[in-house]
């Protein structure tokens, strides 16, 4: 079995590899041909297109694969009738909406089952539910001395972006929009953050208000791609917004009580009681964070409307004890209060904090049940596997 | 063995707004107690009426009674009962209560009965320890015994309610327009979302205080809205314009009804194909609207968090089929789909009443098993026990 592997800077490559080699060691026979990849080159991209589809005949792969969707990927696989395996971590995926999408050379894994759920209900299929792994073996691998637990370890955790970098998107509109609209927003950012499990951002962002946005920020439909304005603007620049906020609001809010680590590249965020770790290197270090915290805790994107987010899977794949806002799909394969814990306000957080730091062997035992779990279950090798089952069947 | 019951004397006031009143009062004097059920006034204010007290005072004086009863809460009378020292029990069948402030609740003559869990909760984390939840109730007996007139009120759909003129859109009118644009968010959020109540939560004393800010830059005699007022005014807005769009929308396609006491020219131009009937009273003909129509709407009050609307429970008391909004206790004592049907957004509310109205035997049995959960589980005797469970 030949596998073409569309290699960009992208999570995971690495355990990809390492999972080839571990399913290899068992008696399977994979070749995963490495296909330096720049991810940033439009959909429609004739050079690459043209010289991708002479490397395809030349490699004749058994199916390409890629992290992510990329267009022009599907356009060469279509013209040289080889199927074209793509699995999504990431959520928002404009690219999703490329007319591509339906290319029967397609297999598109989504790790969000609202994003399944949105295109399989539309009638494609090319889509397919496929939650995201954890490198467990990697992770196993790692010994924890004292001296990384001074360097890395605490009470609490926090792993991710604040979303607040200069001109962001919001920041760009925000400055331009009538009293009216940032009001609106704000009341409809406000509103989105008081539930959990649900999005009401994209329907309801009035057209006046969308056109004064789009105005102000130029973004636009791809001419090639269904996706909406109401889509682009209530993913990119609403709930990314809301993300921010909340994530600064709860590590402050949690900083008043305890003591934080936040491993974040907005290096100017300052809170009381937060220690502002900087940037930190995702395979290299921040499993040496999820296996010396206390409590990691994990505050998705709000865009990930039901998926389990790529952090929580590493946070448990790590044995990190994980504490995190709700996530429906998490239901599907773990069992809250046994293998993990979600707060469902942010007073529930701060209940759950107390309770949690004080009672430290029920933690361990989530954490260790946890990771048993995704050790069992969510692993990079499995991955491979349903996706190899899938894509020749 | 039998057990002893006390018949107890009870005195009630009707403040006439109760729609409970009379059967409260059926149920109470069948189970052996001594009611007399004085009529009064709306009182201007529910916190002092120097009339009413002085003649509820010399009531109390003259007469020996056991205990004060009356549906919904109303701090005159509690004031009256506490220097009187006599139990005052009450039974909430408004959500959320209208009352701006908890005053008096707390005296140790009252027991408070809210029948939304939500109301109960809210006031108990308030520091009360004199109240309860307790679900509201049919009387089956009395409605299986009224006669449809079925030319009159056969139909297939009907919704039987207020349409909530808010005060929002007035109140909005002096805002900036930031405020402006934040209350449109709200509204169009809560519109959104069926089983989470969030205005309370987004619409904050901070923003209320802006609010008041801007007014009174306008002029020093304007008037100051408090947090409860403006959120109110927001919610009765949301539901105003979930009662108009499912009214609007049905009205297209199928032959609705709506029955309430007045709509103006505006609002018949938004649901021009529905067919206005004016009000029916709720003892005699409110039955006859439920059993004659196919389907009987209930978009329950957002405000409303989490309670079984009165409205619910005599749909189905008549032997009507009940299209309600979700509401989290109607899910936990009646299966949706079984009992009676939900619906969890506008689209939704639209093609089930669609689906209903053309399976027949389908809509027939939820009718029937959604009255056989009210004889068993909101019967009248069931509740007064536990109204009058302490002092008896």
């Known amino acids: ?393 | 063995m039998f057990g002893i019951i006390t018949y107890m004397n009870i005195l009630l006031y009707d403040f006439l707004n109760s729609y409970i009143q009379y059967d409260l009062l059926y149920f109470l004097r069948k189970m052996g107690h001594k009611c007399n059920n004085i009529k009064a006034d709306n009182p201007a204010d529910k916190y002092y009426d120097e009339k009413f007290m002085r003649e509820m005072h010399h009531e109390l004086e003259h007469n020996s009674y056991d205990l004060v009863l009356t549906t919904n809460f109303w701090p005159l009378v509690s004031k009256v009962c506490k220097e009187k020292d006599i139990p005052y029990v009450s039974w909430f069948f408004d959500s959320p209560p209208n009352l701006p402030t908890a005053e008096c609740m707390e005296y140790e003559c009252n027991t408070i009965y809210f029948f939304a869990r939500a109301d109960y909760e809210t006031y108990k984390a308030m520091g009360l320890e004199n109240v309860q939840y307790l679900p509201l109730a049919v009387n089956t007996e009395r409605l299986a015994g009224i006669k449809t007139n079925h030319g009159k009120y056969d139909c297939e759909i009907s919704f039987v309610g207020k349409l909530y003129q808010s005060m929002l859109p007035a109140l909005k009118s002096h805002m900036t327009d930031y405020q402006k644009g934040f209350l449109d968010a709200v509204v169009n959020a809560q519109m959104g979302v069926y089983g989470g109540y969030i205005i309370d939560d987004v619409v904050t004393e901070e923003f209320t205080e802006g609010v008041r800010q801007q007014y009174r830059s306008l002029s020093e005699k304007a008037i100051q809205v408090s947090q409860k007022e403006l959120t109110w005014a927001v919610a009765s807005y949301v539901t105003h314009l979930e009662r108009m769009t499912i009214l609007r929308l049905l009205g297209k396609k199928y032959d609705t009804r709506l029955y309430t006491y007045e709509l103006s020219d505006a609002e018949k131009k938004i649901i021009p194909d529905v067919k206005f009937c004016g009000s029916v009273n709720y003892l005699e003909e409110m039955p006859q609207v439920f059993y004659a129509s196919k389907i009987n709407l209930c978009p329950v009050l957002k405000a409303n968090r989490s309670g079984i609307p009165l409205r619910a429970l005599d749909i189905m008391g008549c032997g009507g089929f009940l299209l309600s909004s979700y509401q989290s206790e109607l899910a936990e004592y009646f299966q949706d789909g079984t009992e009676c049907v939900m619906y969890y957004s506008m689209e939704d509310a639209i093609a089930k009443a669609g689906y209903y109205l053309s399976h027949e035997d389908e809509r027939a049995a939820i009718a029937a098993a959604g009255l056989d959960k009210i004889k068993r589980n909101f019967n009248y005797e069931d509740r007064i026990k536990v109204l009058l469970g302490d002092y008896q």
């Not at chain 1, 297999?107 to 759920?117: A, C, N, T």
């Not at chain 1, 509103?191 to 057209?207: L, N, T």
């Open chain 1, 1 to 393: 079995m030949k596998i073409l592997f569309m290699d960009w800077k992208s999570y995971g490559n690495e355990d990809i590899v390492a999972a080839v080699q571990n399913l290899n060691s068992k008696g399977n026979k994979i070749e995963l041909k490495m296909y330096p990849f720049d991810n940033h080159i439009v959909n429609d991209d004739k050079n690459f297109i043209g010289s991708f589809s002479e490397d395809l005949r030349k490699e004749a792969p058994d199916f390409v694969m890629s992290f992510n969707y990329h267009p022009a990927v599907s356009v060469a696989c279509n013209n040289e009738g080889i199927k074209y395996a793509a699995w999504v971590y990431d959520n928002p995926s404009l690219r999703l909406f490329s007319y591509t999408a339906i290319n029967p050379c397609n297999y598109i894994f989504l790790f969000d089952s609202q994003v399944y759920e949105l295109f399989a209900s539309q009638g494609f299929k090319t889509v397919y539910y496929l939650p995201l792994a954890a490198a467990v073996d990697r992770y196993d691998s790692i010994r924890i001395t004292d001296t990384d637990r001074q360097k890395w370890g605490g009470k609490i955790s926090f792993v991710g972006s604040l979303y607040n970098e200069d001109h962001n998107y919001y920041e760009q509109i925000e400055e331009k929009l009538s009293d009216y609209s940032r009001g609106y927003l704000e009341g409809l950012m406000r509103s989105q953050m008081e539930i959990a499990g649900m999005d009401i951002v994209e329907k309801s962002i009035p057209k006046a208000v969308l056109k004064e946005m789009s105005d102000i920020l130029g973004a636009k439909p791809a001419y090639d791609g269904v996706e909406t304005y109401e889509y682009i603007y209530s993913n990119y620049v609403i709930n990314r917004k809301i993300t921010s906020i909340e994530r600064t609001e709860i590590i402050s809010m949690i900083g008043e009580k305890y003591p934080v680590n936040l491993f974040t590249k907005d290096r100017e965020f300052v809170a009381k009681g937060v220690t502002n770790r900087g940037l930190i290197d995702y395979y290299n270090d921040m499993p040496y964070v999820f296996k010396t915290s206390g409590i990691n805790l994990n505050i998705t994107l709000r865009s990930i409307q039901r998926g389990i987010p790529l952090r929580a899977m590493d946070i448990m794949g790590c044995g990190g004890f994980l504490l995190t806002n709700y996530q429906e799909d998490m239901l599907q394969f773990f069992e809250p209060g046994v293998d993990y814990v979600y707060y469902e306000s942010r007073a529930d957080l701060m209940d759950k904090i107390a309770y949690f730091l004080e009672h430290e062997d029920e933690r361990r035992a989530i954490a260790k049940r946890g990771h048993a779990k995704v050790k069992a279950d969510h692993t990079y090798e499995q991955r491979l596997e349903t996706i190899i089952e899938t894509v020749m069947d």
